[in-house]
């Protein structure tokens, strides 16, 4: 089974600053990795995904995260801080599953950091 | 906007009622699945429908019903409501299964269970 956890439910930054968020990942098969954000009274925009292809994977609003096996990770990060970043991020990782001769793509989501943008 | 399209916005309810929730996916997408979304069990995974038929399931609750017509709209349905079905209930949809394909939501259907 898979599994996605969050480091810091709660991330706080200044306006310019650097943004990292942590994700850690565990799964016994090659992942498939995405980005969502939430605004408030949203649903989840996709910010980027990595499906093992190149592993620093750029989105958009100037996020990109780098996939780095050795260390199951997938931070996000974003080198300067916009007011407009402030919102809810989740990391999800996918896997096919093969079960009764069909497959589906089964995707679970991080608990969620909660990033907030200093003026 | 990701184009998956919910109806309502907000449902306000009593318990040991039943309600239908409304998704309609992105155009050309098959596949439509169904998360709950609240603060103490974060985001879970319902159910999953793909061109008609069901595909996967989570944690879905005996009380809860989905399916999915072959205009590719879906429903779910809640039946029996308790406090703790109080909620955002959102739909996403995906163009084949799932797997490498993102899914894309839409902005949920709030409701209050009073």
């Known amino acids: 089974a898979q599994s996605v956890t969050q480091l810091g439910s709660h991330v706080s930054v200044s306006e310019g600053a650097l943004v990292l968020l942590r994700c850690n990942y565990s799964s016994s098969v090659p992942p498939y990795l995405f980005w969502y954000v939430q605004y408030p009274n949203q649903g989840l925009q996709l910010l980027l995904k990595y499906t093992s292809a190149a592993t620093l994977v750029k989105g958009i609003n100037g996020f990109e995260a780098e996939f780095k096996k050795s260390e199951t990770s997938f931070h996000l990060t974003k080198p300067s801080a916009h007011m407009s970043d402030a919102a809810e991020y989740f990391c999800a990782v996918s896997v096919r599953i093969n079960a009764g001769g069909t497959s589906y793509g089964k995707l679970t989501f991080g608990q969620g950091t909660i990033l907030t943008v200093h003026p | 906007d990701s184009g998956v399209t919910q109806t309502p916005k907000h449902l306000i309810t009593a318990t040991g009622q039943r309600v239908t929730l409304r998704c309609s996916p992105r155009?050309?997408?098959?596949?439509v699945y169904w998360y709950q979304q609240s603060l103490d069990q974060g985001l879970q995974f319902l159910i999953q429908y793909y061109n008609g038929e069901e595909r996967a399931k989570g944690n879905i609750l005996e009380r809860f019903s989905a399916q999915q017509f072959p205009d590719l709209h879906s429903e779910l349905n809640l039946s029996s409501l308790e406090l703790g079905d109080s909620a955002l209930y959102f739909c996403?949809?995906?163009?084949?299964?799932?797997?490498?394909?993102?899914?894309?939501f839409g902005d949920g259907t709030r409701l209050s269970i009073l």
């Open positions: 996403a949809s995906s163009a084949g299964t799932g797997g490498s394909q993102p899914q894309h």
């Open positions: 155009s050309g997408d098959l596949s």
